[in-house]
């Protein structure tokens, strides 16, 4: 390591692991020499993007010389609207990433602990880190929250909880009555951080969001993004919502212009377009069946999802496997980063797609086994 970087640097820095996203389409053509790629590593919606918010981005092209709202007023405004909340208590970031990390930067000193599950999403590790907090992993029990674990972890110097609702990269989410009971019991100046991505794919009766705690006057935030059913992960918007003093002390930590105009604009399109978001779900309904019916038919056991992703054991050396799918141009997320050395997590895709990865799995099976 360069002596200026090790002496100058941050400390903390040293300690942190990269994000592993999933492989890029375009990187996976030059390795393997195919065009035809399938992508079903990073949760992505296969219908795209909402023909509105596509059409709303065309008028604005010509206005790329201009810097987009900083406070980004009318999107704002219609998510409010939407959720009935004050306007006062929504954040707008680049990606709920982003958001994550003003929140860690707002509030985490170094010594303070975070509290999460074991396997969730790597960003909470990542932020806190960063400003030299200490964190606290819980692991999950039959793929769950074991929220009772994560209160018994709870000491003087935790100053936050994440609960990923619905979990990534099980897709299981934590029961109503569970999580009520638990919000009750958690200290009220500790801050609960409910990260809800793939809230809108939930269709089990069982859950409560976060959001409900955040009206009752609790000390929370709800985080959800644009990126996963809406289609707009290349464009970046994601959002929070938050008591409004919370909301003012992390606006004094975020850059101007954080949210690039063109996300703003097909963001506000996309949340006109109910059709698309229930084509959405219709298809991910279908997919989550289907996969679900050829898995038992190999013997392989999965996680049942409330997402648009499932975690399943392949029996064999996921990375092994990860492979052999790659050689047939199917990008899948290995599941050894979650801890879990055989098992894959995949997106579901189109039915077309679904099928290509159920064909290239049982052939690559038949080459590992």
Do not use: W
Not at 39 to 46: I, V, Y
Not at 272 to 282: G, V, Y
Not at 327 to 332: A, D, E, T
Request: aromatic share 10%; glycine share 6%; charged share 25%.
């Amino acid at each position: 390591m360069d002596e200026f970087i090790q002496k100058r640097a941050r400390p903390e820095i040293f300690t942190l692991k990269p994000y592993v996203p999933g492989k890029p389409i375009d990187e996976v053509k030059r390795e393997v020499g195919l065009d035809d790629i399938i992508k079903l590593a990073s949760n992505e919606n296969p219908l795209g993007p909402s023909p509105l918010a596509i059409e709303a981005v065309k008028k604005q092209l010509d206005q790329l010389h201009i810097y987009p709202d900083a406070n980004c007023f009318y999107l704002k405004n219609k998510l409010a609207d939407q959720l009935d909340v004050d306007v006062e208590q929504i954040l707008i970031g680049n990606g709920s990433d982003e958001l994550l990390k003003l929140f860690a930067e707002t509030f985490l000193n170094p010594g303070d602990e975070i509290i999460y599950a074991r396997p969730t999403f790597s960003e909470y590790e990542f932020v806190a880190k960063v400003m030299g907090a200490q964190c606290v992993e819980v692991p999950l029990k039959d793929f769950k929250h074991d929220l009772d674990a994560m209160l018994d972890a709870v000491t003087p110097q935790t100053k936050m909880i994440f609960i990923c609702n619905p979990n990534n990269p099980t897709g299981t989410i934590v029961d109503a009555s569970e999580l009520d009971s638990f919000v009750q019991k958690v200290p009220d100046d500790i801050l609960l951080m409910f990260d809800e991505a793939y809230y809108e794919y939930v269709q089990n009766n069982d859950y409560i969001s976060g959001l409900s705690y955040v009206q009752a006057g609790k000390k929370a935030v709800v985080f959800r993004t644009f990126s996963k059913i809406y289609g707009l992960a290349g464009l970046r918007v994601g959002y929070a919502i938050t008591d409004p003093s919370i909301a003012a002390a992390v606006e004094k930590v975020t850059e101007p212009f954080n949210v690039n105009a063109l996300g703003q604009t097909a963001a506000l399109a996309a949340c006109d377009d109910q059709e698309h978001l229930h084509r959405s779900l219709a298809l991910n309904e279908a997919g989550k069946q289907y996969l679900y019916k050829e898995f038992e038919a190999l013997g392989l056991q999965y996680v049942p999802t409330d997402t648009n992703f499932i975690f399943f054991d392949t029996g064999v050396d996921c990375k092994k496997l990860f492979q052999h799918l790659l050689q047939m141009g199917v990008i899948v997320r290995t599941g050894d980063i979650f801890g879990y050395p055989t098992y894959l997590r995949v997106t579901i895709g189109s039915q077309e797609e679904n099928e290509r990865f159920i064909d290239s799995l049982k052939k690559a099976l038949e080459q590992i086994r």
